[in-house]
């Protein structure tokens, strides 16, 4: 299935495409595994609006269509 | 092989380690006042570069000296000062064109850079390689590849 | 050891000049640059006094860690009563003049008093003299900075001064030291106008020794190499890499807080600083470093030579410091604006005119929402429509309000008074008469938290409760991490280190450096349990400036007005909930004050 990605920040360094290709039923965790993006370097991942707390990125399985964006962690500035 | 210091400034953000590094070094304390290597920023910063001794082979500092306090290191090309022999007449600091040996009030003799002994210092201490020591023979090199990478490229800047 | 011994106290009504010794029993408890500036604060002034009256005090301070080669070494700190809120300031700064104040000598600079005719100080070593300002009142930060160094033939003076917005008592005012750094919020810099100080001017050729120097080496260069790893986007982005993270979050103030996402965002952004146009121009040029710093996440940029801001004024051709996430929230997002050059070109007056551009970009977005409903009109506005998004208004207002023409004496009171004076007092986005930072409260509730109870006023550097607001955008847990941070923040703003390494060191790791540098024992501990003495001296100081708990509050919008869009729709801020939890955390009573048990235990009691 093909999941549509936004990265923010610092986070192009790790990826710069728009989409993704994942295996049915992937879920936000493996997703950042696909993306090759370090889950530490993550600030926070929504999907379709929707904050995804760390502790669920396992759980929370995608569906082919869905708009996940990849947000770097705030530092302040 | 003889090495000499490097310096890219458009790799240089200002931020005055080096000087650190060399005060630290040859003082024992953190003086940028004292250190033999110095950064000039320009257009508020746009542009910074350090500037030390580049050790001249010809040296107008060591041919100025009235007591041959300056001498040669051969190994490693650079030109040092005896303390013993300095008399702080400041001969030296007049005939530098370029202003690196400079006179020290608190000892009464001159510093300038020495190469750290073969260890510069200050290259240690840059977070971005704008100091690097360097084949003598071949400080271009790293240019030169720069410039052929871009016509590598077909882009010219 | 690291710190100098020795404070220099100006009292300008008498015009002399008296250095005194150190206090290392102060510095030992609240270390140096916020805390022990706090601590000489409160031993040395009636927190009740008028801020811009010849008896407010206003210090200069470094850390003991100032001038050393631990990376990021350049901090200092302005600390004084904070004419824009009525309780204490204290304004961070970087650049390369608190480590020369270190090799001047001085740990802490003491202004007191006013000069009766403006005056500059003049510090060369150790021959220190007031002279008269008389050439470069009423000249800008750039013009006083090249002036007094040609004066007096040494380009390598370091030189903190203040523009007419200063002079003329603009309530946030700035400090500005070596062109584009600042000491920015709370109005500083009118304070050092009050005072009819225009500026400090330093060259230091003595060294800073550290307690055990090999071990120093070992340390810091140890230290160092973490950094590295660490970050972040900040040396190759700067801060306003974070813009649009928070647009994705859907945090970004815009247009005076009402909503909180910009669909301009992307022309304000890092990457928009990084695009290169059809001409060939791109808004950055290069990033740059404070003193000592391995991060150098500065950034220096040029407008582009035929934006209308700049097109027939030569004198702004040059580059200068860049957009930081601030600065472009401010003039940005908060103001619907989506010019990257009027942006930058605003950024560029504000160091000019020594200006916070913070407060101003709020308190401008507040005159603009009240033009949009009418209250005021382009009679009161000099002609210039202040609507959302209009580019000119903001650098036409940027200038007035730095040289103090026309509306932008009424900009220039801040947006609390601004707000009172047209009847509107809801619309001002501040805490205790400060403007609020790029972060909606209610996307982020432990940051509302912070703001709130934070000792200068709405500030967003005082505490750090990003990741667990980041996962969770409820008020749950966010007391604490709140108070911890802000107790961990103070210790590291008082070490003369930036906040910006906290991302890769921790306790551990600066007090280790502060262990090989400084004489005593410094753990982990000792430096957590100092961040909390001095967060509750700062609350003392406030308390009794008159403040109370009824100042720890938010505005009315972010209460009640629930955030539109975002990952936080439809919430606003949990206050209520998370305030009760946060004072009893602190040791202090239901009213917010500090009891006699944590005043004891803190040893300010």
Same mark, same amino acid.
């Given at each position: 299935?093909?999941?549509?990605?936004?990265?923010?920040?610092?986070?192009?360094?790790?990826?710069?495409?728009?989409?993704?290709?994942?295996?049915?039923?992937?879920?936000?965790?493996?997703?950042?595994?696909?993306?090759?993006?370090?889950?530490?370097?993550?600030?926070?991942?929504?999907?379709?609006?929707?904050?995804?707390?760390?502790?669920?990125?396992?759980?929370?399985?995608?569906?082919?269509?869905?708009?996940?964006?990849?947000?770097?962690?705030?530092?302040?500035? | 092989?003889?090495?000499?210091?490097?310096?890219?400034?458009?790799?240089?953000?200002?931020?005055?380690?080096?000087?650190?590094?060399?005060?630290?070094?040859?003082?024992?304390?953190?003086?940028?006042?004292?250190?033999?290597?110095?950064?000039?920023?320009?257009?508020?910063?746009?542009?910074?570069?350090?500037?030390?001794?580049?050790?001249?082979?010809?040296?107008?500092?060591?041919?100025?000296?009235?007591?041959?306090?300056?001498?040669?290191?051969?190994?490693?090309?650079?030109?040092?000062?005896?303390?013993?022999?300095?008399?702080?007449?400041?001969?030296?600091?007049?005939?530098?064109?370029?202003?690196?040996?400079?006179?020290?009030?608190?000892?009464?003799?001159?510093?300038?850079?020495?190469?750290?002994?073969?260890?510069?210092?200050?290259?240690?201490?840059?977070?971005?390689?704008?100091?690097?020591?360097?084949?003598?023979?071949?400080?271009?090199?790293?240019?030169?590849?720069?410039?052929?990478?871009?016509?590598?490229?077909?882009?010219?800047? | 050891?690291?710190?100098?011994?020795?404070?220099?106290?100006?009292?300008?009504?008498?015009?002399?000049?008296?250095?005194?010794?150190?206090?290392?029993?102060?510095?030992?408890?609240?270390?140096?640059?916020?805390?022990?500036?706090?601590?000489?604060?409160?031993?040395?002034?009636?927190?009740?006094?008028?801020?811009?009256?010849?008896?407010?005090?206003?210090?200069?301070?470094?850390?003991?860690?100032?001038?050393?080669?631990?990376?990021?070494?350049?901090?200092?700190?302005?600390?004084?009563?904070?004419?824009?809120?009525?309780?204490?300031?204290?304004?961070?700064?970087?650049?390369?003049?608190?480590?020369?104040?270190?090799?001047?000598?001085?740990?802490?600079?003491?202004?007191?008093?006013?000069?009766?005719?403006?005056?500059?100080?003049?510090?060369?070593?150790?021959?220190?003299?007031?002279?008269?300002?008389?050439?470069?009142?009423?000249?800008?930060?750039?013009?006083?900075?090249?002036?007094?160094?040609?004066?007096?033939?040494?380009?390598?003076?370091?030189?903190?001064?203040?523009?007419?917005?200063?002079?003329?008592?603009?309530?946030?005012?700035?400090?500005?030291?070596?062109?584009?750094?600042?000491?920015?919020?709370?109005?500083?810099?009118?304070?050092?106008?009050?005072?009819?100080?225009?500026?400090?001017?330093?060259?230091?050729?003595?060294?800073?020794?550290?307690?055990?120097?090999?071990?120093?080496?070992?340390?810091?260069?140890?230290?160092?190499?973490?950094?590295?790893?660490?970050?972040?986007?900040?040396?190759?982005?700067?801060?306003?890499?974070?813009?649009?993270?928070?647009?994705?979050?859907?945090?970004?103030?815009?247009?005076? $807080?009402?909503?909180?996402?910009?669909?301009?965002?992307?022309?304000?952004?890092?990457?928009?600083?990084?695009?290169?146009?059809?001409?060939?121009?791109?808004?950055?040029?290069?990033?740059?470093?404070?003193?000592?710093?391995?991060?150098?996440?500065?950034?220096?940029?040029?407008?582009?030579?035929?934006?209308?801001?700049?097109?027939?004024?030569?004198?702004?051709?040059?580059?200068?410091?860049?957009?930081?996430?601030?600065?472009? $929230?401010?003039?940005?997002?908060?103001?619907?604006?989506?010019?990257?050059?009027?942006?930058?070109?605003?950024?560029?007056?504000?160091?000019?005119?020594?200006?916070?551009?913070?407060?101003?970009?709020?308190?401008?977005?507040?005159?603009?929402?009240?033009?949009?409903?009418?209250?005021?009109?382009?009679?009161?506005?000099?002609?210039?429509?202040?609507?959302?998004?209009?580019?000119?208004?903001?650098?036409?207002?940027?200038?007035?309000?730095?040289?103090?023409?026309?509306?932008?004496?009424?900009?220039?009171?801040?947006?609390?008074?601004?707000?009172?004076?047209?009847?509107?007092?809801?619309?001002?986005?501040?805490?205790?008469?400060?403007?609020?930072?790029?972060?909606?409260?209610?996307?982020?509730?432990?940051?509302?938290?912070?703001?709130?109870?934070?000792?200068?006023?709405?500030?967003?550097?005082?505490?750090?409760?990003?990741?667990?607001?980041?996962?969770?955008?409820?008020?749950?847990?966010?007391?604490?991490?709140?108070?911890?941070?802000?107790?961990?923040?103070?210790?590291?703003?008082?070490?003369?280190?930036?906040?910006?390494?906290?991302?890769?060191?921790?306790?551990?790791?600066?007090?280790?450096?502060?262990?090989?540098?400084?004489?005593?024992?410094?753990?982990?501990?000792?430096?957590?349990?100092?961040?909390?003495?001095?967060?509750?001296?700062?609350?003392?100081?406030?308390?009794?400036?008159?403040?109370?708990?009824?100042?720890?509050?938010?505005?009315?919008?972010?209460?009640?007005?629930?955030?539109?869009?975002?990952?936080?729709?439809?919430?606003?801020?949990?206050?209520?909930?998370?305030?009760?939890?946060?004072?009893?955390?602190?040791?202090?009573?239901?009213?917010?004050?500090?009891?006699?048990?944590?005043?004891?235990?803190?040893?300010?009691?």
């Amino acid at each position: 299935m093909q999941v549509e990605v936004r990265v923010t920040g610092q986070l192009i360094d790790y990826f710069s495409g728009t989409y993704v290709n994942l295996a049915k039923g992937a879920n936000v965790a493996q997703a950042l595994v696909a993306l090759e993006i370090p889950a530490v370097s993550v600030g926070l991942v929504s999907v379709n609006g929707e904050a995804v707390p760390r502790a669920k990125r396992a759980q929370h399985a995608l569906v082919d269509g869905d708009q996940m964006v990849v947000m770097a962690p705030l530092t302040g500035g | 092989m003889h090495r000499s210091l490097h310096i890219e400034p458009n790799l240089c953000t200002g931020c005055l380690q080096c000087e650190l590094a060399c005060s630290f070094e040859h003082e024992g304390e953190f003086n940028p006042a004292r250190s033999r290597i110095r950064v000039f920023e320009f257009e508020h910063g746009k542009t910074s570069v350090p500037y030390t001794c580049t050790q001249c082979v010809e040296a107008w500092c060591l041919k100025a000296c009235p007591t041959g306090a300056i001498y040669v290191d051969s190994d490693l090309g650079a030109k040092l000062v005896s303390a013993q022999a300095c008399v702080g007449c400041k001969a030296c600091t007049t005939a530098c064109p370029f202003g690196t040996i400079e006179f020290n009030p608190f000892s009464g003799k001159v510093d300038k850079c020495d190469l750290c002994n073969g260890d510069p210092q200050c290259v240690t201490a840059c977070p971005t390689d704008a100091i690097t020591y360097l084949d003598a023979g071949a400080t271009g090199v790293g240019r030169m590849q720069a410039f052929a990478e871009q016509n590598a490229k077909g882009v010219s800047s | 050891m690291s710190w100098q011994g020795k404070v220099l106290r100006v009292n300008l009504t008498r015009g002399d000049v008296t250095p005194e010794p150190l206090n290392m029993e102060w510095a030992n408890d609240y270390i140096g640059e916020r805390g022990l500036g706090t601590k000489y604060l409160w031993e040395n002034m009636d927190p009740k006094v008028d801020a811009m009256s010849p008896d407010n005090v206003l210090i200069f301070a470094t850390g003991p860690l100032t001038g050393t080669n631990a990376s990021t070494s350049g901090r200092y700190a302005v600390l004084t009563k904070g004419p824009l809120t009525g309780a204490i300031a204290c304004s961070n700064s970087g650049g390369k003049f608190g480590a020369e104040l270190k090799y001047a000598g001085y740990d802490l600079l003491i202004v007191e008093g006013s000069s009766e005719k403006p005056v500059y100080l003049l510090i060369e070593g150790d021959e220190i003299s007031l002279q008269s300002a008389e050439k470069v009142w009423g000249k800008t930060v750039w013009e006083t900075d090249e002036w007094i160094k040609k004066q007096h033939h040494n380009p390598m003076l370091k030189i903190a001064t203040i523009g007419v917005a200063g002079e003329r008592g603009v309530r946030y005012a700035a400090i500005v030291n070596d062109l584009h750094r600042a000491a920015g919020r709370s109005g500083v810099g009118a304070v050092m106008g009050s005072k009819n100080l225009k500026a400090v001017a330093v060259r230091g050729t003595c060294g800073v020794q550290v307690k055990d120097p090999k071990r120093f080496m070992q340390v810091t260069n140890e230290m160092k190499n973490l950094l590295a790893e660490d970050v972040g986007g900040l040396t190759k982005y700067g801060t306003n890499a974070m813009m649009d993270t928070m647009q994705e979050f859907g945090g970004l103030p815009t247009r005076n $807080f009402q909503e909180v996402q910009f669909s301009g965002y992307d022309k304000v952004d890092a990457r928009a600083m990084l695009k290169t146009d059809e001409t060939g121009h791109r808004n950055l040029l290069t990033n740059k470093a404070c003193f000592g710093c391995t991060i150098a996440c500065g950034r220096i940029a040029h407008i582009h030579k035929d934006h209308f801001t700049i097109q027939n004024r030569k004198e702004y051709w040059h580059a200068s410091g860049g957009l930081e996430y601030e600065t472009a $929230f401010a003039f940005g997002p908060v103001i619907g604006v989506d010019d990257i050059d009027a942006c930058t070109f605003a950024g560029y007056l504000m160091n000019e005119h020594g200006m916070d551009p913070i407060s101003f970009g709020v308190t401008l977005a507040a005159a603009m929402e009240l033009f949009e409903m009418g209250v005021i009109t382009t009679d009161d506005t000099d002609g210039v429509p202040l609507n959302f998004g209009n580019a000119e208004a903001l650098t036409v207002m940027s200038e007035k309000t730095g040289k103090q023409e026309g509306f932008g004496q009424v900009l220039g009171l801040g947006s609390r008074l601004m707000c009172q004076k047209y009847g509107h007092p809801e619309l001002s986005m501040t805490v205790k008469g400060q403007e609020f930072a790029g972060y909606d409260s209610r996307a982020l509730q432990g940051m509302g938290l912070g703001y709130a109870t934070g000792n200068r006023g709405a500030c967003h550097l005082k505490h750090d409760t990003f990741e667990v607001d980041m996962d969770d955008q409820s008020g749950e847990g966010k007391a604490d991490p709140c108070k911890a941070s802000q107790d961990w923040t103070a210790a590291v703003d008082s070490s003369g280190l930036c906040m910006f390494t906290m991302g890769a060191w921790g306790a551990p790791e600066f007090a280790a450096q502060l262990d090989a540098g400084c004489e005593g024992e410094w753990t982990a501990e000792r430096l957590l349990e100092s961040g909390e003495r001095i967060w509750n001296l700062e609350r003392m100081f406030n308390l009794a400036a008159g403040l109370t708990c009824a100042d720890d509050t938010l505005p009315e919008r972010l209460l009640n007005d629930p955030a539109p869009s975002g990952t936080a729709k439809g919430r606003v801020n949990e206050l209520d909930k998370m305030l009760p939890e946060y004072y009893s955390l602190r040791g202090w009573s239901e009213q917010g004050e500090p009891t006699s048990e944590t005043l004891t235990r803190l040893g300010l009691g």
